[in-house]
């Protein structure tokens, strides 16, 4: 017989007494079952409670063809007249949280007639998923009229009703309930009637605050289930996200000589000295390219049938040494070897224009990756390699390419 649960006829209960009906090993789990639990299970956005029987942690809760299963570190020593104790300080949070998006999503409806598809409550920052996108504007007025209700303290109670009870509700629901044998309605009074089967305070004002974080559009994500993410918290847990924001501000506008009212002023004339700088990077990084490509046309030298250019380029990863190497193609047909460094060791790159030489660069590049356990390749007129930093792997791309010359003629 599956365990009667506790929590739907008071969910502020914390401490009972019951027994075990099995201690079931599975997967490497200790699962138990029980004749009465306060535990509620992972599932519709809500996680699972905490807790412990007769001292031993739970771990997680589960619902399995109507029963719960609790995971726990070990199974308890007795099996009659254990004790039950829940982390109420978790629940209640959860509650909270619950609760709280209960009245964010029934007022998103009320004021834009915009649906929630589907709630996440797992994580520290709760998710709703809305049909279709609101404005930063918009959220900011539903979630004024959320907490609005919320500190008016209207009653909130949970209730089942019989699948051929629920015509006398369907004009009232925020959303169409799932079919169930008994189907649980949680009602806002006055405000919201919605399916489901979590644990909710009694009053709205102990929610406390309701307040949304911001939101982005998940359109194009597989996962989502509407094309709207609004990111909320609330509670405590939305003091404490105002509380670190806060000292994050005060640490940013010491760091940045302002007062906090100024930060977002000198935020932006930082990034307006950025964006110059940044051009200004740009423009001389295109200098020293031409720099350097001169250079390299300067050094070239025949080495049997071919134009050969050897050079080190400190301080250019793969990414910088390739559009030195397309420059200099570009002016001259020739055959480059060319090393730089950087954070992550040496930079090799072998280039040549199509149909220049019958070297095939990516297939002589193994040989180096073999000695060095290095990762790179590529195709016959262009390889790239990043050996690991120091002077072993350094001195194995000088002999890789001394090897090179001398095989193809200088």
């Not at 399916?195 to 009694?202: Q, T």
């Not at 020293?288 to 050094?299: D, H, K, N, P, Y």
Request: aromatic content about 6%; proline content about 3%.
């Amino acid at each position: 017989m599956a365990a009667i649960r506790l929590y739907y006829e008071d969910a502020y209960l914390t401490e009972t007494v019951t027994d075990i009906t099995a201690c079931i090993e599975e997967e490497g789990r200790m699962l138990v079952t029980l004749k009465e639990s306060l535990f509620h299970a992972q599932g519709g956005g809500q996680p699972a409670d905490r807790g412990t029987i007769d001292g031993v942690p739970v771990l997680d809760v589960f619902d399995r063809e109507g029963e719960l299963y609790h995971v726990v570190e070990r199974a308890p020593e007795k099996r009659e007249g254990v004790v039950l104790k829940l982390d109420w300080d978790y629940r209640y949070d959860v509650m909270r949280q619950h609760t709280g998006q209960h009245l964010l999503s029934a007022a998103i409806l009320h004021r834009f007639g915009v649906t929630t598809t589907i709630s996440r409550g797992e994580d520290f920052v709760n998710q709703i998923d809305l049909e279709r996108p609101l404005s930063d504007e918009q959220l900011r007025e539903a979630e004024r009229d959320a907490n609005a209700v919320m500190a008016e303290g209207r009653k909130v109670r949970g209730f089942f009703v019989k699948p051929e009870e629920m015509e006398q509700y369907k004009d009232q629901l925020r959303k169409a309930a799932r079919p169930h044998d008994l189907i649980r309605l949680v009602e806002i009074e006055d405000y919201d009637l919605m399916g489901c089967g979590g644990n909710h305070v009694r009053s709205t004002d102990e929610v406390g605050l309701i307040r949304v974080l911001y939101a982005k559009d998940v359109s194009d994500q597989k996962t989502a289930r509407g094309c709207f993410r609004v990111y909320f918290l609330c509670g405590d847990r939305a003091l404490q996200d105002y509380g670190e924001k806060v000292a994050s501000f005060r640490r940013l506008s010491l760091l940045l000589g302002c007062d906090p009212d100024a930060l977002e002023g000198r935020v932006e004339q930082l990034h307006a000295a950025y964006e110059r700088l940044s051009a200004r990077a740009k423009e001389m990084e295109a200098e020293l390219e031409g720099l350097a490509v001169a250079r390299l046309l300067g050094e070239a030298r025949e080495a049997g049938e071919l134009t050969l250019i050897r050079a080190a380029l400190p301080g250019r990863d793969t990414k910088g040494l390739k559009a030195v190497a397309e420059a200099v193609i570009k002016e001259r047909r020739c055959l480059l070897l060319l090393t730089g460094s950087g954070e992550n060791g040496t930079a090799v790159v072998l280039a040549q224009p199509k149909g220049y030489s019958g070297h095939k660069l990516g297939e002589r590049l193994k040989a180096l990756l073999a000695e060095t356990g290095a990762k790179g390749g590529g195709s016959p007129f262009f390889a790239q390699a990043t050996l690991p930093a120091g002077e072993e792997a350094a001195r194995a791309a000088e002999r890789f390419f001394d090897a090179l010359e001398a095989e193809i003629g200088g």
